[in-house]
């Protein structure tokens, strides 16, 4: 159960909240239950939630890449919620291959063919957990990919944003609403006595 009360975004009548209840419902499929716990706090989930979509839609790196980076980093931190979102997201929101987004999830930088996207997600899980060893070397490898200066600030913040998501979710234990087939391949999850399902329905396109 959440530690904190859940409040239906979808109640208010803020046309900026109505707005990215919009955005996530064409990414998702549903207004997610991380919503209803950070509208505990409406004017910063308006800011937070902004600032994610600058950083989704304004930068160099495309949304294939940054659900990718959301992937590798919210398993790396052991938040299947965010884990099971960004999946979502590839899967249901930008038709991608199930099978593809199950293999990347369950193997990880394994299975990138292409050199941009491997050298992204690789620099993105060494910020998460290594960030004081970052080099010289591995900053001019962004370059080499196509990065400029931009991009690699775009994704170093990407990696900031979706670690506070991580930690808010797993902190505040968000009731898990998506498939539990992402859990179930990212985090060998098993249904435990007492514990819900999630949504199984949830992200399946028809």
Not at 122 to 143: C, Q
């Amino acid at each position: 159960m959440a530690r904190v009360d859940l409040i239906d975004p979808r109640g208010s009548d803020d046309p900026e909240i109505q707005g990215i209840c919009d955005w996530v419902t064409e990414m998702e499929g549903e207004v997610p239950n991380h919503f209803l716990i950070e509208m505990n706090f409406p004017e910063f989930f308006k800011a937070k939630l902004g600032a994610t979509k600058v950083l989704w839609q304004m930068g160099e790196l495309s949304l294939e890449e940054i659900q990718h980076v959301g992937i590798a980093v919210s398993k790396a931190n052991s938040c299947s919620y965010c884990t099971a979102a960004f999946c979502t997201i590839m899967n249901y929101g930008m038709e991608t291959d199930e099978d593809y987004t199950k293999s990347f999830l369950a193997n990880g930088v394994e299975v990138i063919l292409d050199d941009r996207l491997k050298t992204i997600v690789s620099f993105a899980l060494r910020v998460n957990k290594e960030m004081h060893d970052i080099t010289d070397a591995e900053i001019d490898g962004l370059r080499q990919v196509g990065l400029t200066d931009k991009g690699i600030v775009q994704l170093v913040n990407l990696v900031s944003d979706f670690a506070s998501y991580n930690r808010l979710n797993l902190a505040l234990r968000t009731d898990y609403d998506y498939r539990d087939m992402w859990r179930q391949v990212g985090f060998d999850w098993t249904l435990k006595e007492g514990e819900q399902e999630g949504d199984n329905t949830r992200g399946v396109r028809k």
